[in-house]
């Protein structure tokens, strides 16, 4: 991920995002995501990282699960 966000325009976010989409990593986690932190009741980006420690090595199924409880139906 250093190396992505090594890359100009490229923050955490993006990085982690790039790690979970493109990239399949299980365990990417783009805790300060907007949506994750609605989800969650957070308004904290570390007090969001601290809840997904629970969720290791599956934090991006768990972010999915997130977004997805954000849509309405």
Do not use: N
């Not at 100009?8 to 365990?27: C, F, H, K, N």
């Not at 957070?42 to 999915?64: I, K």
């Amino acid at each position: 991920l250093a190396a992505l966000r090594a890359l100009p325009g490229v923050g955490e976010w993006t990085a982690q995002y790039i790690a979970m989409r493109a990239l399949s990593w299980p365990d990417a986690f783009p805790h300060t995501d907007l949506g994750v932190m609605k989800a969650l009741g957070e308004t904290g980006a570390r007090r969001v990282l601290a809840a997904g420690e629970a969720w290791r090595p599956w934090r991006a199924y768990a972010v999915m699960h997130l977004w997805q409880s954000l849509t309405k139906e």
